[in-house]
């Protein structure tokens, strides 16, 4: 089946650092990728996806690239803030016919602390 | 246009009894998912409702069941609860017409059970 690995957290970094979370995915198919973020108390916000291959999602600095050669979806900022504090999610959808109907599977997430 | 909301937002109920949870879906959104998220095991599939009927269901025992009504507002429960049930209970819609649309996801209701 679907699976998704997440680079062991938790990530601390200091504000206006590099940030590099890596994501690698197994499923059957062509599945669509995403990040989502939850910030302490609330639900998954999306914040990027990409439904093919070299597709790049972006979003409020976030990037990532889909590639399917290395089965990947990295999440990159240039810039981190002490907003950007959160949980990230790595997740996929589809990629298997009629069982990939509404669901999503994810990665373990990983925790960033931003220090000012 | 609104979001997904789901009530109540937290909960508290002990063993052995049973629990109803609400999401109402984003106007438009014919689908909706419900995940459990815990500490344990992140975030796992419960099932999915289009149009009134279950189309995908997750590896959960028959404690935990679902429904959809017209409006597509969906109800989760659980009966009998366990202790290890205490989690994050999330919702999620979208349009529903294909197998890889985004989701979005409501708030989410915390269930303590003792």
């Known amino acids: 089946g679907n699976s998704v690995t997440q680079m062991e957290g938790p990530v601390t970094l200091s504000e206006e650092a590099f940030l590099t979370i890596n994501c690698t995915y197994t499923?059957?198919?062509?599945?669509?990728l995403f990040w989502y973020v939850q910030y302490p108390g609330e639900g998954l916000q999306l914040l990027l996806k990409?439904?093919?291959?070299?597709d790049k999602g972006s979003n409020k600095g976030f990037e990532a690239t889909y590639r399917k050669e290395t089965t990947s979806f990295h999440l990159e900022k240039g810039s981190v803030q002490v907003s950007d504090s959160a949980v990230y999610f790595c997740?996929?959808?589809?990629?298997?016919?009629?069982?990939?109907?509404?669901?999503?599977?994810f990665g373990q997430g990983t925790i960033l602390t931003v220090h000012p | 246009k609104a979001g997904v909301t789901q009530t109540p937002r937290y909960l508290i109920k002990t063993r052995g009894q049973q629990v109803t949870l609400s999401c109402s879906p984003i106007?438009?959104?014919?689908?909706v998912s419900w995940y459990q998220q815990t500490p344990g095991q992140g975030l796992q599939f419960l099932f999915e409702?289009?149009?009134?009927?279950?189309?995908n269901k997750g590896n959960f025992p028959g404690r935990f069941s679902g429904r959809q009504f017209s409006n597509s507002r969906s109800e989760m429960n659980v009966s009998t609860l366990e202790l290890g049930d205490s989690a994050l209970y999330l919702c999620?819609?979208?349009?529903?017409?294909?197998?890889?649309?985004?989701?979005?996801f409501g708030p989410g209701t915390r269930l303590l059970v003792l």
């Open positions: 990409a439904t093919k291959a070299d």
């Open positions: 499923a059957t198919g062509y599945p669509s």
């Open positions: 997740a996929l959808s589809g990629g298997a016919g009629g069982t990939s109907y509404g669901k999503l599977t």
């Open positions: 409702y289009f149009s009134e009927t279950q189309r």
């Open positions: 999620a819609s979208s349009l529903g017409v294909a197998g890889q649309e985004t989701q979005y």
């Open positions: 106007s438009g959104h014919r689908s």
